[in-house]
């Protein structure tokens, strides 16, 4: 997948960049993906995993419009394997795609039901 990254700015090479705080914005599908790459913490680990390796990293995608989020989601990463963090950020960015549309559908729908409840109310 061809990435199209806009913040911290594009990058010059097939991968992409973070800026210092481990961010970078993506447009995706239509929609402007923001995604965080921060180390993992034993919360992000399965139970069965007692002690966090030192390459292990989350990225987080995250979707917001009109000033509320859609959504949210994270991908475990090993930052010493490109091929791995390229694969987190494709998987990131499709999944934040699929979860927004599905919340904007939820969100239409619920509209869509109230409109329909208050003409019934008031007629």
């Given at each position: 997948m061809p990435f199209h990254q806009i913040h911290p700015y594009p990058a010059c090479d097939p991968g992409f960049r973070l800026d210092i705080d481990g961010r970078a914005r993506f447009l995706?599908?239509?929609?402007?993906?923001?995604?965080?790459?921060?180390?993992?913490?034993?919360?992000?680990?399965?139970?069965?995993?007692s002690e966090v390796p030192s390459f292990a990293v989350m990225m987080i995608g995250t979707i917001t419009m009109e000033g509320a989020v859609?959504?949210?989601?994270?991908?475990?990463?090993?930052?010493?394997?490109p091929a791995r963090m390229r694969e987190a950020l494709e998987s990131a960015l499709s999944r934040?795609?699929?979860?927004?549309?599905?919340?904007?559908?939820?969100?239409?729908?619920?509209i869509e039901q109230i409109d329909r409840e208050q003409r019934s109310a008031s007629g």
């Open positions: 995706h599908a239509g929609f402007t993906v923001d995604i965080q790459v921060r180390p993992a913490t034993h919360e992000d680990m399965p139970p069965s995993v859609l959504c949210e989601v994270s991908e475990a990463a090993n930052e010493r394997e934040a795609v699929e979860e927004a549309r599905r919340a904007v559908e939820k969100m239409v729908k619920r």
